[in-house]
């Protein structure tokens, strides 16, 4: 049986010679190709851990936010039930924790529930730090769905890049392989014929 850690050190040397190797039929576009997709590679987990950071920054981020606002309740000072507008506009007056009554607006952002409610009806709405509606916090299993989500799409944006990168890059590759290819062929190919 093999010990894995010794394996693992001769990784670095495989790659190392499958690069700098001395082979007689691998042409400079493959050593060329080899450091494209090892270099794609690199960027690839790259790519992916700067995903997975970003989407915990943003769960932590939403988390903070969430930790942040208070729960109250506000009575509406106007009917709701005109509204239609997505941002439209109710008076509301609501109690800060520390007891203080205050009267502002209300959105269908910040209190979805004031559509078609009646003026003098109770509806529960969030309060940041300063006293001013926000919009609800999302639940847990929201913050986590969103930040997988984004962690996803950002990897496989990172992916469908890095790919296209690639064909660009094997393609340019593969016609000067066709080239070289050409020019020895028209170099040889004259003294293969002239025998028949």
């Known amino acids: ?36 997709i090892f270099s794609l590679a690199a960027a690839f987990l790259t790519a992916a851990v700067a995903a997975g950071c970003f989407a915990r920054h943003l769960y932590q981020s939403q988390h903070a936010t969430a930790a942040g606002l208070r729960p109250a309740v506000a009575v509406l000072s106007q009917p709701g039930s005109g509204i239609t507008a997505p941002a439209a506009a109710v008076g509301a007056r609501w109690r800060l924790p520390s007891g203080t009554e205050r009267s502002g607006t209300l959105t269908t952002v910040t209190a979805p529930a004031i559509y078609y409610a009646p003026a003098g009806t109770s509806i529960r709405i969030w309060l940041d730090r300063s006293g001013e509606p926000a919009a609800p916090p999302s639940s847990s299993d929201d913050m986590i769905f969103l930040a997988l989500i984004v962690g996803f799409t950002i990897t496989a944006g990172a992916t469908v890049v890095l790919v296209l990168c690639y064909s660009f890059c094997r393609m340019v590759l593969d016609r000067h392989r066709l080239a070289a290819w050409e020019s020895a062929w028209a170099a040889v190919g004259p003294r293969w014929t002239s025998h028949r």
């Open 1 to 36: 049986m093999r010990d894995p850690a010794r394996r693992a050190g001769r990784l670095p040397w495989r790659l190392a010679r499958r690069l700098l190797g001395r082979n007689e039929l691998r042409r400079p576009a493959d050593r060329i190709e080899t450091v494209v």
